[in-house]
């Protein structure tokens, strides 16, 4: 199937039950994005910062750029102008530091805390004790120009849907317990971004409301092997 094809059934699937999507557009060309665009897609999620600046200037500008990947604070400069979203905040400084440039730039930056919910060392995010202590730092309550919308979180990459179910549920706890103890008033605190192109059924079973695909709009990465001149073997994507 085509990109337009795949962002044409998803939308249908996901539109009615209030699912956002996010097209992982990463390591992609501004060919394809373009096509997912015109497709009617305008939700795209990059993790490399100056990989998704080069796209955004390249690209449409009523494109809602959401950042999913690590994100270090001296990179915040460089998408305060025009991030819609930063999805992968893991710690208190790199609040403080899109805070200060979305100010610089009279912007309010909405964000989603990452929640560490794999069981894997290699993913980053708050624990649940640190994303408590976070929502009831001073410092935190002081913030004007970012919006907390929600959580977000990453599974474990597993084929065991057990595990993988659990974690999402356990997500979704955490995400409510959240909202009626520190955004019960706060309507703006609406999403939980959870779920891939491996387990996103999943995740909306359990009540993810955005979810982050790449190969599932984009297909599969094809990896070509070929021969070199001296016979040995070798591959590119």
């Known amino acids: 199937m085509s990109i337009a094809s795949n962002i044409e059934s ?4 996901l539109n009615p039950i209030g699912v956002t999507l996010v097209a992982v557009s990463k390591t992609k060309p501004v060919e394809d994005i373009q096509e997912a665009y015109d497709a009617g897609q305008r939700v795209f999620g990059e993790n490399m910062v100056q990989e998704l600046v080069e796209k955004q200037e390249a690209l449409p500008k009523d494109i809602q750029w959401h950042l999913i990947g690590h994100l270090q604070t001296n990179k915040v400069k460089y998408i305060a102008p025009f991030i819609a979203m930063i999805q992968s905040v893991d710690s208190l400084k790199v609040l403080k530091e899109i805070d200060k440039h979305a100010k610089k730039h009279d912007r309010i930056i909405d964000c989603l805390l990452q929640v560490h919910i794999a069981d894997e060392d290699t993913k980053f995010g708050f624990d649940h004790i640190e994303l408590i202590e976070i929502l ?15 959580l977000m979180g990453i599974a474990t990459n597993t084929d065991n ?23 019960r008033k706060v309507d703006s605190f609406d999403i939980l971004s959870m779920g891939m192109s491996s387990d996103y059924k999943l995740a909306i079973e359990q009540g993810g409301n955005m979810v982050r695909l790449g190969s599932t709009v984009f297909g599969k990465r094809v990896i070509k092997h070929y021969k070199l001149k001296d016979g040995k073997d070798a591959k590119s994507e």
């Open 10 to 13: 998803l939308q249908i699937d």
């Open 136 to 150: 009831r730092d001073e410092a935190f309550g002081q913030l004007q120009n970012i919006r907390i919308r929600g």
């Open 161 to 183: 849907e057990k595990v993988v179910k659990e974690e999402f549920y356990e997500m979704k706890m955490l995400f409510d317990g959240v909202k009626a103890s520190f955004f």
